[in-house]
Structures are given as C-alpha cells and as structure tokens.
C-alpha cells in the first residue's frame, strides 16, 4: 500500500536510461508542441514503465494540465472521444493514436446530482494518485527529460513488486477490475505482489464477480491476446480467483485433478502463437481456453441421448460464469469443439464423418487441432485432413472416412451349356 507523501522523488536525465530515441517520434511531436504552448507534458503509465525495464512500449500516453478543448486547438488531427471524462485523440499515419489526458484528481461528494464527477480536473500528484498500481503511475517530464515519481514506483521497479496505490481494500472496493489489473502485471512482468495488496485481493476477490460481465470480457480478451495468458491464470488459480470469474466452469477447474494444469499447458501454446504473430481468430483462442472443460462434460455427459451441441451450450448457460461472452462466439466455440472433439475420436477410431468439413467452424477446428497437436499450425489447408489420411492411407481410407473390409466379390458361375437339339 502506497500513501501520499509530499514531494515527489525526481531522477534527472543522468540518473535513468529513458532516451528519446526510445521514444514514439509522434508522441515527441505531441509532447513537445504542449510544451511550446506553455502546457505541462508528461509521458505517463505502461510506457514509462516498459522503458524503464528495457521493453519496447505498445502504446505512449500523454498527459497535460491542457484541457480537452485547448489540445484540440493544438492539433488538427486530434478528436475528442468519451462521455464520462474528455480525452484526445491525435491520429497519425497507418491509424496510430497518442491519447493526451488532462491531469485529473479524485472527484469531491458534489451536492448537485447531475454534476460530473469524472472531469475533475487536477494537478500532475493528485493524478498519480488517483491510478492504479505504483508502477503505471510514473511522469516523464519532457522539458528536462526527468521522471517524476509521487508514488513509490520507482522503487517497485527495483523491488519487482506490484503494489496497489492508497488502501487495496478501499481501491478494491470502488473498482474491483483492479484485482484483474493487480495480477496481470505481476504476470507479465514477472513481478510479486506486495503483501497488503494481495492479502486484500484472497479477502475481497469475490467482488469482481459483481463486476460488469461485458467489462470482464474486455479484460479476458486482453490477456488471452497479450502472450501471457498462461502466467496470468497461472497466478489468478494461486489466488482462488478461477471460480470467481469462471463460475462452474472454475470450480471444474480446481476440483479436478490435472483440468488447471491443462489449461495452463493450452495457453502456454496460445502464447506461444500469440507472440510468433500467426494469425488466430478470436474464436480459435476462447477454444483453446474452453477445451478442457468441454472435454470433462462429453466424458460425463457425452454418452446421454441428444444433441451434443446442445448438451454444450446448456451447461455454458448452467455454469453462471459472471464473464459475459458474446453469443456469436459462445455459439462458435461450442460448434468449433465439437467438430475438433470428432477430429480427435476419428483418430482414435478410423471412422469421421467428413460432411462436418460444409460447416463454417471446421476451419477453425482444423486449426485448432494444429495447435493441440503440434503445438504450432501447420502449412496446409486442412491439417487434421493430412494427418488423417496419413494415419490411414494403408486401410484404403475413402469417401465419408469409414474403415471399410474389403467385399469379397463371387465369381458368378456361368450357366451350364443348353444341350443342341438335334435336326430333324
């Protein structure tokens, strides 16, 4: 827990190893014509961070004491997005965006119930202090290339821990997501977690179930999308967090012997995808994610009569997971393992029914299969087709896949010989 102190600890360029040279050329354009304007300019958050460790950003976020309307007189390629707190936008070539942010502070209790607490503006502390974590909370400070630190980060850069700013218990309660915040960066950064901010997260984890399900999604895509999934789940699992944003679905995951470690050997092929840049759709990547919970219910349940399809999108439905997938790619996913879970039988029994091959989801499926069982996808168009055919191309596999015995075909007996009638 980090509190409030009152002079910021400030490096002078000789003291770090943040260049410009590291440093977007659009995002210099940005900060230093707010600076020329007499405005306060601060490279902020993840990209500081990232320089600090030696990463190469993903993104270079401003932030000014400008406000929105006079960042926009500033730049004829900025637009104004947002309802709740103004942002800029400033658009360059091959759409690449530098958001510039006014510097705010955490609102007041308004009398008025129709004011605004969201743009309440303030000063370059009270902003650190309204973020996060320590380590996103860091100013880069342009007119004299220095950092800026309000909040200890710095030294939770050195110390590799993740800690949360202010009271967890506190922060947790006004925005749960910041549990999800709070171990995703001690995942990818490989960073612990200081002591009070994760004792607040086993206490109080059950509060991001009550979070937006659709704001979960968001949250669920970004690491499934990051190339570090697996650490993430892999320190989610640690803290009991699975049956909290799984619901059912989790605690299949604890329960069973094995299913966790399954799922984090799947994602560790999914990060591995990820970070090789090949090109998966997000319907491959939930699959992946959902396989080994699939495979559970068709061992138990894949026997009873109906349509397995069915069963699948019912027990989906049962589970209560507080994520709320979109049903577009919940029905996709179901569709996509039940194709790759007949791929999977069809190795084992020789017999596939390959009308599956008309359905949109096969390719996917196909793909899938590639990266199950060889851990990367294969050139081809259907891999699961190629190993197929050859695993049994000596059976004289054909036509709808089913190992067939060869008939043996009957000579016919030609007819006997009619006797000639003798001329008269």
């Given amino acids: 827990m980090k509190t409030r102190t009152k002079e910021p600890q400030i490096l002078p360029r000789s003291a770090h190893t943040i260049s410009r040279r590291l440093i977007d050329p659009d995002a210099l354009k940005v900060l230093y014509r707010l600076q020329r304007n007499g405005f306060k300019a601060y490279l902020v958050g993840g990209a500081v961070r990232d320089l600090l460790l030696g990463k190469k950003p993903k993104d270079f976020d401003v932030a000014t004491d400008a406000r929105p309307g006079q960042v926009k007189k500033l730049f004829a390629n900025c637009f104004l997005i947002g309802r709740r707190f103004r942002l800029a936008h400033i658009r360059f070539r091959g759409g ?17 119930p129709e004011a605004d607490k969201n743009n309440t503006f303030g000063t370059p502390d ?10 996103n909370a860091l100013f880069y400070d342009i007119s004299n290339f220095s950092i800026i630190d309000y909040v200890g980060g710095l030294d939770d850069i050195s110390r590799k821990r993740v800690c949360i700013i202010g009271d967890p218990s506190e922060r947790y309660a006004e925005d749960p997501v910041r549990i999800w915040r709070v171990l995703r960066y001690a995942a990818r950064q490989n960073f ?9 997260i086993r206490s109080q984890r059950e509060l991001l179930a009550t979070s937006s399900g659709s704001r979960l999604f968001e949250e669920l895509n970004k690491d499934l999308s990051s190339g570090h ?3 993430f789940f892999r320190l989610a699992a640690s803290y009991g967090m699975l049956p909290v944003i799984l619901g059912d679905i989790g605690r299949r995951m604890e329960q069973s012997d094995g299913m966790t470690e399954t799922l984090l050997g799947l994602l560790d092929i999914l990060d591995k995808a990820v970070r090789r840049g090949d090109a998966l759709s997000q319907d491959v990547s939930y699959s992946i994610f959902f396989w080994p919970w699939v495979q559970q219910v068709l061992q138990e349940k894949g026997n009873l009569p109906g349509d397995k399809v069915t ?3 019912d027990e989906f439905v049962a589970s209560k997971m ?3 997938v979109p049903k577009t790619i919940r029905s996709n996913v179901i569709h996509t393992l039940y194709i790759l879970e007949r791929m999977m039988n069809a190795l084992r029994t ?10 949109a989801s096969y390719s996917d499926a196909a793909t899938l299969f590639s990266l199950l069982e060889h851990g990367h996808i294969k050139p ?8 197929f055919r050859a695993k049994f191309t000596e059976q004289g596999q054909k036509g709808n896949g089913d190992v067939r015995k060869k008939r043996r075909h009957r000579r016919r007996k030609s007819a006997p010989p009619q006797p000639v009638p003798n001329e008269l």
Avoid: C, H, N, Y
């Avoid at 690449?96 to 008025?112: M, N």
């Avoid at 020789?350 to 359905?359: A, H, I, S």
């Fill in 96 to 112: 690449k965006i530098i958001e510039v942010a006014t510097f705010r502070r955490e609102p007041e209790e308004i009398a008025e």
């Fill in 126 to 135: 009270e902003d650190a202090f309204r973020r996060d974590i320590t380590i």
């Fill in 192 to 200: 612990t977690i200081e002591e009070e901010t994760g004792q607040a």
């Fill in 229 to 231: 999934a697996a650490p």
């Fill in 311 to 313: 069963l699948l999108t």
């Fill in 322 to 324: 507080p994520i709320i």
């Fill in 350 to 359: 020789g017999r596939m029914k390959w009308t599956l091959k008309k359905r």
């Fill in 380 to 387: 081809g168009s259907d891999p699961f087709a190629e190993a």
